[in-house]
């Protein structure tokens, strides 16, 4: 563990002038309009209308009705100085059943918010796959199954051919681990299921899909576009240097984060990872040419970071704490780490309860830039949840959110002055919204939406990101 530097407050920090100063979102929490022009049921919209799995019974129907809005949403972020924008498109608004022919209202619509987009001056970047799987693909086995990878990489074509002229920043996946590790495993996100030898296979094509993707979007793409795909990757510390945590450490960074940086950086799976999972099953669903196939070249790692994840070895016979930090209450979502137990890391919660730790931020670059340092490197998640209050005014006054992405963005200034290769920072999220099993309790937006009305208001925090980014120097909130 790598101790946070101290470093004067007041101090302006400079990027680059070619640095990406963004914000993200995803489809399904944003769009809305489920039902409107050919788009058919993705996961979440079954996952969301199921009861008892979401908060309230919130679903993303409405949501915040961003279909609709877009031109106002891109309004927003020019009035916020950002010059990129991080969205993900629904696969079943422009591929209803998951195959076959596109529905080319579903891509209109996207190819009217990138042109949105760059007549604003802001650049798009564009995430194939931000865990809304069709539905009617889930009915044939979902990402358990090798179609599934195969049919990702045709819907990946259509999309090129769509908007590929316009569009330079392509992702693949939006955090692989949750798709198939809280989707598959432990149940807490779509579809639901709680099955540690389908997580795992969802894994292996998800890595498959990943690279099936690449080699699409290869062949249709100009040669100047830059493609990633991204990652929620673990910052892991020990409990204690006991042999024991340092292995709890080892099983997790197994599953957390090398079962996709090994096949997609380095074509092979960890053998570490065979033995601690050889219980569940013997990976005969992966074959030959597999991990070649996932493992091609990509021009930036995307990474998410939100909280250090902090392990111990549970004592024999004593009872394994049961709250993880994934909404895990029951069924887990680490095949192969029964023996390890999560624990709360020091500092500040925010609303998740997720200890704000701008350290291990810091540290996951360098070790990430150290592993691979030919791989420039992108935050594309870092941001947020807090209960924000709106003022008598209709104005809100977040600086626990100012100070959070202040303390994040030195530590990312701070990698960047000992060599890492950053190029950019995307904040979560542009907008409250749509999150997930936690329905619309929890609010991580610059923006805030009243979700009655859908009125946008740019919170404080927002007013400084915004003279962050049009300045490019990151300087102290001042509380306004």
């Known amino acids: 563990m790598t101790a946070p530097e101290t470093r004067p407050l007041t101090a302006v920090r400079s990027f680059p002038a070619d640095f990406l100063w963004g914000a993200a979102t995803a489809a399904y929490q944003i769009e809305g309009a489920a039902a409107e022009d050919g788009r058919t049921p993705s996961i979440w919209d079954t996952f969301s209308h199921t009861p008892g799995k979401v908060f309230e019974g919130h679903t993303g129907d409405v949501a915040v009705d961003h279909y609709h809005r877009f031109r106002e949403d891109v309004g927003i972020m020019a009035e916020l100085g950002l010059n990129a924008y991080r969205f993900s ?28 987009l760059l007549a604003a001056g802001i650049e798009p970047a564009l995430t194939l796959y931000h865990w809304d799987l069709p539905q009617e693909l889930e009915d044939a086995g979902g990402w358990p199954e090798r179609a599934t990878a195969e049919r990702f990489a045709e819907y990946a074509g259509i999309v090129a051919d769509a908007v590929g002229d316009r569009v330079k920043r392509w992702t693949t996946l939006n955090e692989p681990w949750c798709s198939a590790f809280l989707g598959y495993g432990s149940g807490v996100h779509a579809p639901g299921r709680t099955d540690p030898v389908a997580a795992l296979r969802a894994a292996h094509h998800l890595n498959l899909g990943h690279g099936l993707a690449v080699r699409a979007l290869r062949a249709s793409l100009p040669a100047d576009r830059q493609i990633a795909v991204s990652l929620n990757l673990h910052e892991i510390r020990p409990l204690t240097g006991s042999a ?3 292995d709890a450490a080892r099983r997790i960074d197994a599953v957390g984060n090398r079962i996709w940086l090994g096949p997609m950086l380095e074509g092979a799976y960890p053998e570490d990872l065979f033995a601690d999972t050889a219980h569940l099953t013997d990976w005969s669903f992966v074959r030959d040419g597999d991990t070649a196939a996932a493992h091609q070249p990509l021009d930036l790692l995307a990474i998410n970071y939100y909280t250090p994840t902090v392990v111990s070895t549970v004592p024999e016979g004593a009872e394994k704490p049961q709250d993880d ?10 095949p192969g ?3 390890v137990a999560f624990h709360r890391a020091p500092g500040e ?3 998740m309860g997720w200890a704000v730790d701008p350290s291990a931020l810091y540290d996951l670059l360098t070790r990430i830039s150290a592993t ?18 709106v003022g008598p005014d ?11 992405v202040h303390a994040h963005l030195e530590a990312v200034h701070r990698a960047m002055s000992d060599g890492v290769d950053v190029r950019g920072y995307f904040l979560w999220s542009l907008l409250d919204n749509f999150e997930w099993a936690y329905g619309y309790a929890k609010r991580f937006g610059a923006v805030r939406v009243d979700y009655d009305t859908l009125e946008r208001t740019p919170k404080s925090s927002a007013r400084w990101y915004a003279r962050v980014a049009r300045s490019g ?8």
């Open 89 to 116: 498109v629904s696969w079943s608004r422009v591929q209803p059943t998951g195959r076959g022919p596109a529905v080319q209202q579903g891509l209109d619509f996207y190819r009217r918010l990138v042109d949105e």
């Open 244 to 246: 024991q945590d340092l």
């Open 325 to 334: 930090g994934h909404g895990n209450s029951e069924h887990s979502p680490w």
């Open 337 to 339: 780490a029964d023996a």
């Open 349 to 351: 919660p925010t609303a």
């Open 372 to 389: 691979y340092p030919d791989l420039p490197l992108v935050i594309s998640e870092n941001g947020a949840a807090y209960e924000d209050v």
């Open 394 to 404: 209709g104005s809100v006054h977040d600086p626990e959110r100012a100070a959070y």
């Open 473 to 480: 120097e990151l300087r102290a909130p001042d509380g306004r």
